[in-house]
């Protein structure tokens, strides 16, 4: 070829464009998950960041860590020795932040980003993480399938990709009624191994507060594990690449996915061939943040620590908090709690949520309309979604209010079968995807990101699936969820596929010629 020739200068420009898509995703270094160095603390620098909103004029006159006690709590734990609470709080708070407040930062800087269309946020993890099977290899496996959808988002969408975990310290889940009656026995409702056991037996079920320490210790290791991966070489791109290969190749022959991996991988060579050097931290090295629902407030609140750089309090047991839908009422005790911390800050809502309402949630949690602060986590079904969101969108937009929109496809799409397993199904999710994407492109909005309950390990919780095919039949074969069905590692990679074209479709980008 010669560099005239049309054709060569067509495969050029192509390589260049693939090239670019993929140094958007690395480009940033590793700052979050970083051990620490020193004298065991990270050096937080001003930075010139967008920074977490202070009490309104029309808010509460003081907040405090405490000022949720003040309130109504939903979902409630009922310890019986408040002794033993009050000794495990003063532990808690006498011990070091799982996360630190410029690591907070980081996210909040992106998260901005993203809010004004230029950045793609990627969540997911187990519904809720055990004792019992917590492990280095657990970790591992969804720390991995992150990381390779995240690579596939970022190739397909041409934006960087924010990735945070529902990990180390994703415990406590709220229960639609406080007891579980089998064969007419009544006990206390599993609440998640931060508060009590899973076992159907009075000592089991009874809520312990030691457990917080125990769910904070081990979110401490499962931190240590993923600032080693993060950092260690484990997240080389390289090596995503060769993972997502082995899934294309479980696909049909002629498949989108393997399409889409070719080209992928082209640009990765392509890459090497000018010179670029792809075993550069920018190529080895990840940010990845934690997040999980601010649910538990006694652990929270002494888990939040005053930072020393700039004044603000953060919630140091997580990068990100979420308040759910059972818990988002605006007089009650989690969103007067969440009020005042620094964190970046999500919240759920499904076709329940007025426009009214999440106007007033919006202005509790973010009242000085600040980027990045605030993220709405929509979850809904698909055709209620398409039915409720563009109303709550023209709402948001008519007010000039700044959120991230997010899709959680799963919660509104779970079911039992007619022998009594929870499941959810694929093509379901899909379809609320499908519908998430439609209603911002007739609006004119920004899809900006999925919030996934999945694992890294090959379960059999969620049916469907073009390369798992998961069938009602399969599910007793490796359901192991403590809680709800999550999809498994090649179920999320499918989805990852799907929404990275998609994703390019919203950007108004060039569809990729498979």
Not at 151 to 167: A, C, D, E, Q, W
Not at 478 to 491: K, S, V
Request: aromatic share 8%; proline share 5%; with cysteine.
């Amino acid at each position: 070829f010669s560099l005239g020739d049309p054709e060569t200068r067509k495969i050029t420009a192509t390589m260049a464009r693939l090239t670019n898509a993929l140094l958007l995703g690395c480009c940033c270094g590793a700052a979050a998950l970083v051990a620490p160095r020193g004298h065991g603390r990270v050096r937080l620098a001003p930075r010139m960041v967008a920074q977490p909103p202070v009490r309104s004029a029309s808010a509460p006159s003081v907040w405090a860590p405490n000022s949720w006690t003040e309130k109504e709590v939903k979902q409630p734990p009922k310890y019986p020795d408040e002794g033993a609470v009050q000794d495990t709080i003063d532990e808690l708070k006498g011990s070091a932040p799982l996360v630190f407040a410029g690591e907070v930062r980081d996210l909040h800087e992106a998260l901005a980003k993203a809010t004004a269309g230029n950045g793609f946020l990627l969540m997911g993890g187990d519904c809720a993480e055990s004792f019992n099977e917590f492990s280095v290899d657990h970790v591992r496996d969804t720390f991995r399938v992150i990381l390779q959808q995240a690579l596939i988002l970022t190739f397909g969408g041409s934006m960087p990709v924010i990735k945070v975990g529902r990990m180390a310290g994703q415990f406590a889940k709220p229960r639609s009624e406080p007891d579980e009656v089998r064969d007419g026995v009544a006990l206390p409702s599993y609440r998640g191994d931060n508060i009590n056991g899973e076992d159907f037996t009075p000592e089991s079920r009874i809520h312990d507060p030691r457990r917080m320490l125990r769910a904070y210790h081990q979110s401490a290791q499962t931190l240590n594990i993923l600032r080693a991966f993060a950092t260690g070489g484990y997240a080389d791109m390289s090596r995503l690449h060769a993972w997502n290969l082995d899934f294309v190749e479980k696909s049909e022959q002629g498949s989108q996915y393997r399409a889409l991996g070719r080209q992928i991988d082209e640009s990765l060579r392509f890459m090497k061939a000018i010179g670029v050097d792809t075993t550069g931290p920018q190529f080895r090295q990840t940010n990845f943040y934690t997040a999980h629902e601010c649910l538990l407030l006694p652990y929270e609140e002494a888990l939040t620590r005053q930072d020393s750089t700039t004044g603000k309090w953060y919630d140091c047991s997580a990068h990100m908090l979420w308040v759910g839908e059972r818990t988002r009422q605006l007089d009650c005790a989690h969103v007067e709690f969440t009020r005042g911390i620094g964190n970046p800050l999500g919240v759920k809502i499904s076709d329940k949520c007025t426009e009214d309402e999440l106007l007033s949630i919006i202005d509790a949690l973010n009242p000085q309309n600040i980027p990045g602060r605030l993220t709405i986590i929509v979850r809904m079904g698909a055709e209620k979604l398409r039915e409720n969101l563009p109303a709550l969108i023209r709402a948001v937009q008519r007010e000039g209010k700044q959120v991230l929109w997010i899709s959680d496809p799963v919660h509104g799409n779970t079911f039992k079968t007619e022998s009594g397993i929870k499941t959810r199904s694929f093509e379901r999710i899909r379809a609320e995807l499908r519908a998430f994407f439609d209603v911002h492109a007739e609006m004119g909005t920004h899809p900006g990101g999925v919030h996934l309950e999945m694992t890294g390990e090959d379960v059999t919780e969620c049916i469907g699936g073009v390369v798992s095919n998961i069938s009602e039949e399969d599910l007793t074969k490796r359901y192991h969820t403590y809680c709800d069905p999550r999809l498994n590692g090649a179920q999320a990679l499918e989805l990852a596929f799907l929404l990275a074209a998609r994703l390019r479709e919203s950007q108004g980008l060039p569809s990729l010629e498979f």
